[in-house]
Nanobody, 119 residues
Framework: QLELVESGGGLVQAGGSLRLSCVAS????????MGWYRQAPGKQRELVAR???????SYADSLRGRFSISRDNAQNMVYLQMNSLKLEDTAVYYC?????????????WGQGTQVTVSL
C-alpha cells in the first residue's frame, strides 16, 4: 500500500550537483527509516544514505562529505543532495522506506530515478 516516487534525476556533468526527492504516500503504517540506495549496471544495489525519524543520518563511507540526506517527516519526504558528482556515481537511485507492520519491519522501494554523470 505504500508508494514511493523519486524525482530529480537526470544528466549532469562531472563536478555538478543534483538534488533527488522522494515522497511516500498511501500507507497507514509507520515509516521508521527512509534512505537512498543506488544500483549501477553489473553491480549490486548499495546503500547511499539513510536517516531516522529523529534526523540521524548515516552514509556509505565513500560518500561522506559529497552527499547529504535530509527528511521532512510532516510531508513524508526525503531528499538527497549530491555534490561534486563523479562518473562512478552514474546509477539508478532508489528511495527506500522501512515500515513497521504487526511488529515486523519491511522495506518498500520506489521505481528509481536515473542519474547519469558525463565528462
Amino acid at each position: 500500500q505504500l508508494e514511493l516516487v523519486e524525482s530529480g534525476g537526470g544528466l549532469v556533468q562531472a563536478g555538478g550537483s543534483l538534488r533527488l526527492s522522494c515522497v511516500a504516500s498511501g500507507s497507514r503504517f509507520s515509516i521508521i527509516t527512509m534512505g537512498w540506495y543506488r544500483q549501477a549496471p553489473g553491480k549490486q544495489r548499495e546503500l547511499v544514505a539513510r536517516i531516522t525519524n529523529g534526523g540521524t543520518a548515516s552514509y556509505a563511507d565513500s560518500l561522506r562529505g559529497r552527499f547529504s540526506i535530509s527528511r521532512d517527516n510532516a510531508q513524508n519526504m526525503v531528499y538527497l543532495q549530491m555534490n561534486s558528482l563523479k562518473l562512478e556515481d552514474t546509477a539508478v537511485y532508489y528511495c527506500d522506506a522501512l515500515v513497521g507492520r504487526g511488529g515486523l519491519n519491511y522495506h518498500y522501494w520506489g521505481q528509481g530515478t536515473q542519474v547519469t554523470v558525463s565528462l
